[in-house]
């Protein structure tokens, strides 16, 4: 990410015990995430 980017931060959606960070672009080109402690793949 870069400085005045649009992001938007949220915890694991299945372990709630990690904190995501997705930029506007790979939200908006739905580029796939990974939870670093329990592995689930969002879109």
Not at 26 to 40: A, I, L, T
Request: aromatic share 14%.
């Amino acid at each position: 990410m870069v400085p005045r980017e649009f992001a938007v931060r949220f915890s694991c959606p299945n372990c709630s015990n990690t904190t995501i960070w997705r930029c506007e672009r790979c939200r908006q080109f739905s580029r796939p995430y990974k939870c670093s402690k329990c592995d689930f793949e969002g879109p």
